[in-house]
């Protein structure tokens, strides 16, 4: 019923339609940035990898991933991983699926697809962001095993969780005993500067939390896997 592809580059006006569509689709279009012609191109051939959703004769859904390489826009300069890793960094860019086919299992459908082909290249570390404002998208990255790890500013001083995982393994379980559970706490998605002062003790996001009002994320220490420190 749903079949993912390789999009190529070919495919650039697929993308522009549908990020458009789905962009006009939005109640706040600030939780979705949009991509350049330039930038979907760059990484419709060799500058990373895009796939489609096709359902019946039309394309529903998109994903990119983009390798940042050397490039400055890199989102690990936002964390400690060494420099010398960035070029084994790609960014789990824009998903989009259209707004009559959400719910439907299509962002998990790619996300896996995409997480299988990134398994056998020389990349070990994945960033992404998401807007506080989008709980959708950062559940859709939660559920592929990423974790918000910081709060930063982005396209233009918009405010975003950095989300980390590594690849091809997931995240490692902490240790634990049976008899002292990990110490967790929540915040509410709209508690800025508590969030952004629980990163910076080395708190990491592990789950949404819906019983409260707003979203919200519980929190447990980590240490980011590459670091074996706190950050
Ligand atoms: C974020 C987004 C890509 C998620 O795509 P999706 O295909 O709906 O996600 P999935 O169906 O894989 O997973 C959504 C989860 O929410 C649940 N859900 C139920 N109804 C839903 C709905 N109407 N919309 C979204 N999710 C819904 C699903 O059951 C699923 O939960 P589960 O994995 O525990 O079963 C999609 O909402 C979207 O395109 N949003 C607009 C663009 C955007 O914000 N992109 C992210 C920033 S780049």
């Not at 458009?20 to 990484?43: G, H, K, M, N, W």
């Not at 859904?61 to 010398?84: E, G, I, S, W």
Request: a positive charge; glycine letters at 10%; charged letters at 25%.
């Amino acid at each position: 019923m749903f079949d993912v592809r390789r999009l190529g580059p070919r495919d650039l006006g697929l993308i522009l339609d549908l990020q458009e569509r789905i962009r006009a689709s939005l109640a706040d279009p600030d939780v979705f940035q949009t991509s350049t012609p330039e930038f979907v191109s760059y990484c419709l051939a060799d500058g990373g990898l895009c796939y489609g959703v096709n359902h019946g004769t039309g394309t529903v859904a998109y994903r990119m991933v983009y390798f940042p390489r050397d490039r400055d826009f890199n989102l690990a300069k936002d964390t400690p991983l060494p420099p010398a890793e960035y070029g084994r960094v790609a960014h789990w860019d824009t998903i989009a699926v259209l707004p009559e086919w959400r719910g439907h299992g299509l962002a998990r459908l790619m996300n896996g697809r995409a997480l299988d082909d990134v398994a056998g290249l020389d990349i070990r570390h994945l960033c992404a962001t998401s807007s506080p404002q989008n709980p959708a998208g950062v559940g859709s990255l939660m559920r592929a095993g990423f974790r918000p790890v910081r709060l930063v500013r982005k396209f233009g001083g918009k405010l975003r969780f950095l989300f980390y995982r590594p690849t091809p393994g997931a995240w490692p379980v902490k240790e634990t005993t049976a008899t002292k559970p990990p110490p967790e706490r929540c915040l509410p998605f709209s508690d800025t500067a508590g969030l952004d002062q629980a990163f910076r003790e080395g708190w990491v996001g592990v789950d949404i939390d819906t019983d409260r009002t707003g979203p919200g994320l519980r929190l447990r220490r980590h240490p980011l896997p590459f670091t074996g420190q706190r950050i």
